[in-house]
């Protein structure tokens, strides 16, 4: 589903993987959006699921939040949570400038996420 500034996709490649991919702005606009689809990752039981913000261009506060809840949904689980967010990507600034990307485990791209 999108909407004008951002897009929000769920698949699932192989058995007990989730990737949920985001695109475009992430901002007030649309946070509740993207709030549904991480309570649907949520609810899934697989055990890594992988975050894929290489093509986002803006993330907000709301969903460094998001990010947030999901990490510690996942470590209270016992889940694997990884971020795909490239050193050039946009979303990795607000993870390094507000030192959250300490709590997470950051690959560069898809692939290198999906091997972990």
Not at 5 to 24: H, I, R, T
Not at 75 to 100: K, Y
């Amino acid at each position: 589903m999108s909407t004008s500034e951002g897009s929000f996709s769920l698949v699932s490649p192989k058995p007990g993987v989730l990737v949920f991919s985001v695109a475009g702005d992430v901002d007030i606009d649309n946070s509740d959006l993207a709030q549904e689809w991480a309570e649907q990752v949520r609810l899934n039981d697989g055990e890594l699921t992988v975050v894929d913000l290489s093509e986002s261009t803006f993330i907000s506060s709301d969903f460094l939040n998001i990010l947030l809840g999901l990490r510690q949904d996942h470590e209270d689980r016992g889940r694997i949570l990884i971020l795909v967010a490239s050193r050039h990507a946009a979303a990795r600034a607000p993870l390094v400038t507000t030192g959250l990307s300490k709590f997470f485990t950051i690959a560069p791209d898809l692939a290198s996420a999906l091997s972990c």
